[in-house]
């Protein structure tokens, strides 16, 4: 079964940290960008950051630039997803969701994606 399995989400003050991570299973995340996602309540849900099958390319939401990092792990099939200096508009549940292409790609993406996880919830809040 594949599956994306997303953890490390929880309850932080503004201006602390957490890391996502984005396991796979059932399947290796080689050829596939990853991509982190996070929807708000009420809002629609928002492309946060991505990272090329290579790892060479990466892309930001304006609004956490300077703040989050990704990076992959391919030996340990996942993604990370490193939030500093957080504020309370970063609440939201964050997905993680895959787009292979069968090959090493300096792309990423934030549409046409294959599989997704389930989502963790990170709440800023003093």
């Known amino acids: 079964q594949l599956q994306l399995v997303e953890s490390g989400g929880g309850l932080v003050q503004p201006g602390g940290s957490l890391r996502l991570s984005c396991a796979a299973s059932?399947?290796?995340?080689?050829?596939?960008?990853i991509g982190w996602f996070r929807q708000a309540p009420g809002k629609e849900r928002e492309g946060v950051s991505c990272?090329?099958?290579?790892?060479?390319?990466?892309n930001y939401l304006d609004s956490v630039k300077g703040r989050f990092t990704i990076s992959r792990d391919n030996a340990k099939n996942t993604v990370y997803l490193q939030m500093n200096s957080l504020k309370p508009e970063d609440t939201a549940v964050y997905y993680c969701?895959?787009?292979?292409?069968?090959?090493?790609?300096?792309?990423?993406?934030?549409?046409?994606?294959?599989?997704w996880g389930k989502g963790t919830l990170v709440t800023v809040s003093s």
């Open positions: 059932g399947f290796t995340l080689d050829y596939y960008a």
């Open positions: 990272i090329s099958s290579s790892g060479g390319s990466t």
């Open positions: 969701a895959a787009r292979g292409s069968g090959y090493y790609s300096d792309y990423c993406y934030y549409h046409g994606m294959d599989h």
